[in-house]
């Protein structure tokens, strides 16, 4: 995007969404999952102290002895655990959804230009739209870092529909390029960000070959070579996560059922409420059947009010081009029954059942994602991209797309002002005490872990394995939700206790790769096995043993990245 003056008018509207967003953000009571993340990205931290960036495979601080790198929320890989070795915890994960928010504007104003054929001040609009949807706002507040990447799936949909025909070595860099996005997204513990994004594949794909009905074979071809280029470089720098991650689900299914509005409410309200309605609050949504337990973020998807004027634009121009489209009957057809049928798809899918919906439940991936509201985030890219098409297409003078980024910025303010100040969102996480607990143990970072701690129902006790040098044995770990379990094995006492051969510590790699240490999920380290449980309560490099799956897996991906970078760095001087 070369900057001109013209820019700056829209620029200038960024920057005022950032301070309203950043403004919303800022309290001293976080979100609830705060407790959550925080601790570990202290956690990295400490490992990144003794290990530097080998991989942190397993965690001897949380649930006993828990996988680190097969939790598919694993941050280690991320700016945020870079920025944390010298920066404040908060400051360095807001630093982090700047960096990604700033990116992700970018990418989506190309999307804008080159895909939708919006002009700049159009295009400006619909990245602004983009950015600041209540989606995203909604999940930093409850401390849903891991989804600091999800506006970044603007330039995953712009690298996969890329219209241009591009020459071996452009298909190249395009999957150089795609495959250090994505494994950024999923190294850093946005597995939710990947499947969000797949979401959002499906639902634009069919208008995309709709509007080139004329010249499908040609962009169908294009479209295959981006897949594939795509898919392939994605999948080879992804592979060693994806191993881990699956290796570990085996034994750990997370078998959660998909969460069901109420059977005598319409969907369709619910959906029109969760992106429109202003102001956003709990009473739009108790009828529904949202939970009391501060699950408002989940049913909230603010966007902008422009996108409803838009719409409107749209119809209109319908109608007064019918004559026009109705020359265009396949296309016309085309567009009716696939929107009748993603319509469906997504009515269902807030629902929580139907027959398009309920098979996905028992698939590996849908198994464990139970809060299916989300999903209309990818959903909603549809109407937002269709409506600043459609306000384009009025002809309307430049001034009124700045006129709908102010519009846009004061339904954000004026739709959450409200509910920042009630009790409403899930804001648990004192973070100044936390700040000052960990202010008079300076030197936490240097201890070992020493004993098992059983922390239920004393507040936010992720922060005390690491302060004292201890490990949480019954810690909040979303991955042991549902069917998942650990058997209640470990004592309060010291980790080298011994026990019937046993030491009080679970044995991670037998979570992960049980058959190649010869041993079951659940079970501790062996007394036998003294050496690496010193080495891991230590944070040293332990010798337990992993799949010759993983191992060729983690050459190919690391192959994978070196040679990502060195393709985009050499083809593009040639």
Known sequence: MKLSRNHLPYLVLLGLFLVAFF????????????????????????HFLRQGLSMFYYTPHMCGGFPEYANPQSMYYSLQQFLVLFLDMWLAVRLTMLISMLIAYVGWYRVGKDLVKLNMHWAHLLALIITAHGYHFMHMIPGHIVFHSMPIIGWLLWMLFDRRPHSLKGLVIKGSWFALATAYILYSGGYMVAVMAMFAVMVLLPYELIVHSKNLK????????????????????????????????RYFPREVPFERLWDDTSILVYIFRALFALPQNDDLYWEFGMGNWGAFHEYSFLVSP????????GIFLLWKRRTAVLQHKRQLIATVVVSI??????????????????????????RGLHVNMRWLYAFSFLPIIASVWCLQQCRFKSWVAKFGG???????????FGILHQNTLPRTLPYPEIVAALDTQEDYMELDVEEAFDMRDMGHSGFIPLIFGGNHVYCHEPMLLGTSNLPDTIRVAQIMNEEDGYLNMYNPACMVYPDTNDCESGDRILVSDTENAQRFRTGQKTTWKMSGLQHFSNWISLLSLIGSVTLIIVLRKR
């Not at 422009?306 to 634009?313: E, F």
């Not at 049928?341 to 849908?366: A, C, D, H, K, R």
């Open 23 to 46: 403004w919303g953000l800022s309290a001293g009571i976080l979100g609830h999952d705060y407790f959550y993340f925080f601790p570990k990205l202290l956690d990295g931290k400490w």
């Open 218 to 249: 040609e962009r169908t071809t294009i479209l295959a070579k981006n897949i594939c280029a795509c898919a392939i470089g994605g999948l080879l720098i992804n592979g060693s996560k994806l191993v881990a991650t699956f290796s570990f689900l």
């Open 306 to 313: 422009v996108v409803l004027i838009g719409l409107a634009c």
């Open 341 to 366: 049928v993603l319509l469906v798809f997504l009515m269902q899918l807030m629902q929580g059942y139907g027959w398009m919906v309920t098979p996905l439940e028992s698939l590996p991936i849908f």
């Open 406 to 416: 102010v519009i846009t910025i004061v339904a954000f303010v004026g739709g959450y």
